[in-house]
């Protein structure tokens, strides 16, 4: 009897825990969400569909996940206790498991989760397809490392998870927020064939190239919401993508941190450029396999873009290497960075989180979407120009018949 006794009595005190510490995420989550500043407001935020039960919001570390899962709780909630944030830094997850939590948050009345830092979460995958499963009326919203699988390789949840993809800024989203415009996004087809008339009317607003160059240098991350040194902050960055993004989900022993640090910095000093597989091999002293191996994970964690022919794609050889957006090249080389390298950089950018961006066969700089071919170069005053030539021109606000203004791309999201 007393056995029982000591049984129950460990089993309330347990449970009294758990109310406590529940009560003190309740108390984080009202901090946060009252805290959240978030003056630019994302596109992605409209485009999800909040309907679905599990949502993962994917993205490059340093482009604002956890901003921007605190501000849909703002949005949607306020500090209603049906919604509640959780970030997996916590050591209470050391003890109790995913599942045990939402079981009481979910007997609580709770309606959605938000999950943070989903990554350190040892079982993450297998416990959201229990808690989908389980709790029928539980909404789950997830961030996640950009190299983490959600559907391809992910037995779990792939058939239950609705994946987005959150981007830093756009060009138009730092300039609404530079300049206090409020400037609406275009589709590609607009811009092709009303690009004159398009810029005239944000030109009558604003005038882009006043700001274009501050946001190549230091526009796409919101660290620049930030009072602290910009370019040190991007640096921190881009090591903790390869001390965790890359080794500790890769699950790649530490001592090859150095040879992907020196492949990073070769590949980025010289982007954009043809990839020379045996080469870096030899100065880093690595396997080709490896190498590509390696240049996957970096375009998985938004490092770098990788430019293929049309029809080809990984594992083939690309048949160039860019840098992922413009603030990086300047991180990495910030006297000396090239305009060419800096244009071209941009312009991928911007059209391949909704398009299709590889070679051009007509000697041009990229084809989208198999239908449109650009040049970043400015047009030639003489020479032979192929009739479907388009060219995206720097250094001038409004264009003309086949020359399109460079910024305008930074309007596509």
């Not at 209470?92 to 079981?103: D, G, K």
């Not at 009303?194 to 919101?222: K, M, R």
């Not at 020196?262 to 091999?281: E, H």
Request: proline share 3%; glycine share 4%; with cysteine.
């Amino acid at each position: 009897m007393l056995s029982l006794h000591c049984k129950n009595g460990f089993l309330l005190l347990l449970l009294q825990q758990i109310k406590v510490k529940m009560e003190a995420f309740f108390k984080t989550h009202t901090y946060l969400v009252e805290h959240v500043h978030s003056p630019v407001r994302r596109m992605l935020m409209d485009e999800i569909d909040w309907t679905h039960r599990l949502i993962g919001i994917k993205g490059g570390r340093g482009v604002g996940k956890t901003t921007f899962l605190l501000q849909f709780a703002k949005e949607h909630f306020g500090t209603d206790r049906r919604c509640l944030y959780l970030n997996f830094n916590s050591f209470y997850f050391t003890e109790h498991t995913l599942v045990e939590f939402a079981e009481k948050f979910y007997a609580q009345g709770g309606k959605t989760l938000l999950l943070d830092q989903t990554f350190k979460y040892e079982n993450w995958s297998k416990e959201l397809r229990v808690c989908y499963d389980r709790f029928p009326q539980l909404q789950i919203v997830f961030s996640g490392s950009s190299v983490m699988r959600l559907i391809e390789g992910n037995s779990d949840i792939q058939d239950i998870v609705t994946p987005y993809n959150l981007r830093g800024f756009s060009f138009r989203e730092f300039l609404n927020h530079t300049s206090g415009t409020s400037i609406p996004s275009f589709k590609l087809d607009d811009i092709i064939n009303n690009h004159e008339q398009i810029a005239q009317d944000i030109c009558h607003q604003v005038h882009p190239l006043t700001h274009f160059q501050s946001y190549l240098h230091h526009g796409y991350y919101p660290f620049f919401l930030e009072n602290r040194n910009f370019s040190e902050n991007l640096l921190k960055t881009m090591n903790m993508v390869l001390e965790v993004d890359i080794l500790l989900i890769k699950q790649i022993e530490l001592k090859y941190l150095s040879k992907i640090r020196k492949l990073v910095y070769m590949l980025m000093y010289t982007a954009p450029s043809a990839l020379n597989v045996s080469q870096l091999s030899k100065e880093i002293e690595i396997s080709r396999a490896t190498i590509m191996n390696y240049i996957k994970y970096l375009q998985d964690a938004r490092l770098l873009n990788l430019l293929y022919t049309i029809g080809d794609e990984f594992p083939k050889k690309p048949n160039q290497i860019y840098v992922h957006n413009t603030n990086l090249l300047h991180a990495i080389n910030p006297e000396n960075v090239d305009r060419k390298a800096e244009r071209k950089t941009f312009f991928y950018n911007s059209l391949h989180s909704r398009h299709k961006v590889n070679t051009s066969k007509y000697h041009l700089d990229f084809c989208i979407d198999q239908q449109y071919h650009f040049s970043c170069d400015n047009k030639p005053e003489s020479g032979k120009i192929h009739s479907r030539a388009l060219f995206a021109i720097d250094d001038i606000e409004i264009g003309s018949k086949n020359e399109i203004p460079l910024w305008l791309f930074g309007f596509l999201y």
